[in-house]
């Protein structure tokens, strides 16, 4: 990959095509993953996904909003060493209300139709990562780097 632009088709290709991403938060340096169903905004920008208010990382994030998260096209075979592609975002996670939690929330339930009821209950909050940097992965060892911040 020469350009963003290509770099932005690899993300877009694998963002619509992976369903689940593992966020990485931590409670006083000690890092904590859990897998989430997730969208992102056309642009790239944004990740969004959805937790209820009492979970773990809701309650890391409540103490530090830094995040990364991992998308990536394995497949558990062994040719996915040289073929999968892995991308890492890292930015800043927090809950989105009023008419921009229904943007976002539109995004993140044309992905997930079957999580609108737990996305719209009242103990549920959607959150919105805003990318600084995605990092990414290809045939092992490529790693390309995209900045989203001017």
């Given amino acids: 990959m020469k350009t963003s632009d290509e770099l932005r088709t690899v993300l ?14 931590h409670n006083h340096g000690q890092p904590y993953t859990s897998l989430v169903a997730f969208g992102a905004s056309e642009d790239l920008r944004y990740l969004a996904f ?3 208010r009492s979970t773990r990382k809701f309650n890391n994030l409540s103490g530090d909003p830094r995040v990364s998260m991992l998308v990536d096209s394995r497949s558990n075979r ?4 040289r073929k999968a592609v892995a991308a890492t975002a890292t930015g800043r996670a927090e ?5 921009e939690r229904e943007e976002l929330l539109r995004v993140y339930l044309s992905k997930h139709p079957h ?7 009242p ?10 940097t995605y990092y990414v992965v290809r045939q092992f060892q490529k790693v390309f780097e995209l900045h989203m911040k001017p």
């Fill in 12 to 25: 877009s290709d694998l963002f619509k095509n992976q369903k689940l991403a593992v966020l990485a938060t």
């Fill in 50 to 52: 959805a937790t209820t």
């Fill in 78 to 81: 062994v040719s996915d060493i």
């Fill in 95 to 99: 809950e989105v209300e009023s008419e």
């Fill in 115 to 121: 999580m609108e009821a737990f996305a719209r209950s």
């Fill in 123 to 132: 103990s549920c909050a959607l959150l919105r990562v805003e990318v600084e």
